[in-house]
């Protein structure tokens, strides 16, 4: 039964694209806050940054007055296994998470996984606190937040791919691709704040926590795995879906042609062209601050406030060129493929050469943070590029898609903070500089390989025969 309005007069695909981005906003905030609050979870957060470099602003201080309460002393190889600890299980839920979703709707997978990771977040402080500080525990709440969240963006794909019709499919996957930028936004803008209020790290477990809980009821009541499932959709946007996306997506349960992908060109060259958007978007989640502590000097609240405010311009970007894309290729402006290849082209190595120039900004602040802005504001491009590749190529099989990219990019990405702490081990400017010219490196090659092999065009392995397909 359908009715014959929609909520707010939003299109119901709209209403389910707000809502999945503020449950990938919940779930990626459940991710990387322990980036922020790891800093405030052992005493040697506290040593001062002395690193040689050729800045020394006379108000710089790398040192903070470290909150009081649950402080444990784990060494620096403590923390990057602790940090790694997501990724490991992450590794092992995301392909599940995508077939399960592809074959059986992705409604109760996004909602449960996020439930789950929420709850564990909730638990983590106490549960620590009760080992008596030992990293193991830290370790285990890791790896089971990671269990959950890794499902979460395989479920989205598979959810985009029945909602997002082909002529709005930028627009309309943009909109929780860019809450990704907004969770990292808040990360950096409120945890510090929160810890330092509350003097306690355990502050925004606690509130994140009980936001990805409520989140969770309110998917669990309100949203619908695909169209053809909703009460709540008009009987006009129904028919324009079921219009757009007859001859690609199939109803009902689907057998995954292994073969099929696992031989397939483009897909492959997605695959490697998102391994090296994964690391480097990893790095500049994970090592801008402490860039911007160690040659900058901005004290570890000015530093995280600072980096929030390029991925606040990449909110924007992200938005902005998701329309563009649509736009140009709607009006056969650009072929798709083409567009997609520009956009990636863009995504990949706008930050690699920002990232670089800004090295060579001397003890310019403004300049430097001015460069990573600029760089970041490119990497939007990504979404509309490649990102968007892994809805196209096979939308009865994307969350199968995103599941094998983030598998494989999650696997290599365990060894990066391991990487990133033994290049700029001295925490000087030319430490810096090497591993931004590494990641250049790294980047351009990804980036070829897509050049060459990538596609914008449906494979036709998408429309296997379907196990069982529900009456009207």
């Known amino acids: 039964m359908v009715t014959e309005y929609n909520v707010c007069f939003i299109p119901r695909r709209y209403v389910l ?6 449950g990938v906003m919940v779930s990626y905030i459940l991710r990387i806050c322990l980036t922020v609050a790891m800093k405030h979870v052992t005493p040697h957060s506290t040593i001062v940054n ?22 444990y002393d784990w060494d620096r190889n403590t923390q990057l296994k602790i940090k790694s600890a997501f990724f490991y299980s992450a590794l092992v839920s995301c392909i599940p998470g995508g077939v399960i979703s592809d074959k059986y709707g992705g409604k109760y997978v996004l909602g449960s996984s996020i439930l789950f990771a929420s709850i564990v977040t909730l638990l983590t402080p106490k549960v620590v606190e009760f080992s008596g500080g030992h990293f ?9 937040t990671g269990l959950g969240i890794g499902m979460v963006f395989p479920c989205l794909n598979s959810l985009l791919s029945n909602w997002a019709p082909a002529r709005e499919r930028c627009t309309i996957s943009s909109i929780p691709f860019a809450s990704t930028q907004l969770s990292t936004v808040i990360n950096h803008a409120l945890t510090n704040y929160m810890i330092m209020k509350s003097n306690t790290w355990s502050t925004p477990y606690y509130v994140y926590g009980s936001i990805g809980i409520a989140w969770s009821l309110v998917w669990h009541l309100t949203a619908d795995s695909a169209p053809w499932t909703s009460n709540l959709i008009s009987q006009h946007e129904l028919d ?9 997506i199939t109803r009902g349960k689907k057998s995954i042609p292994w073969w099929s992908m696992l031989s397939s060109v483009p897909l492959w060259a997605l695959i490697i062209t998102h391994i090296g958007h994964i690391i480097m978007w990893r790095v500049m989640l994970n090592d ?3 860039y911007m502590n160690d040659i900058l000097k901005f004290d570890i609240l000015h530093s995280a406030l600072w980096t929030a405010v390029p991925y606040t311009v990449m909110i924007f970007m992200t938005l902005t060129s998701g329309w563009f894309a649509d736009y140009v290729i709607l009006k056969e402006y650009i072929h798709v493929t083409t567009v997609r290849k520009i956009f990636t082209t863009f995504g990949a190595m706008g930050p690699a050469i920002f990232l670089v120039v800004a090295t060579y900004s001397g003890c310019h602040r403004f300049i430097s943070i001015l460069m990573i802005t600029v760089g970041l504001a490119l990497m939007s491009f990504y979404y509309a590029g490649t990102r968007v590749n892994t809805l196209e190529l096979a939308p009865n099989f994307s969350g199968v898609i995103m599941g094998l990219c983030n598998a494989l990019a999650t696997f290599v990405n365990i060894a990066v903070p391991y990487f990133v702490h033994q290049t700029a081990i001295h925490k000087t400017v030319i430490d810096w500089r090497n591993l931004f010219y590494i990641l250049f490196i790294l980047v351009a090659f990804t980036n070829v390989v897509f050049m060459l092999f990538g596609s914008g065009k449906e494979q036709s392995w998408n429309m296997p025969k379907s196990e069982n397909v529900p009456n009207e």
Not at 17 to 22: D, N, Q, R, S, V
Not at 50 to 66: I, L
């Open 50 to 71: 002395d690193s040689d470099n050729e800045c020394n602003f006379t108000e710089a201080r790398g040192q903070f007055v470290a909150v009081s309460g649950n402080l």
């Open 136 to 144: 193991s525990a830290m370790m285990v709440s890791r790896i089971c």
């Open 240 to 248: 324009y879906l079921k219009r757009e996306m007859e001859g690609h």
């Open 17 to 22: 694209a707000i809502l999945m981005a503020m």
């Open 288 to 290: 801008l601050p402490t």
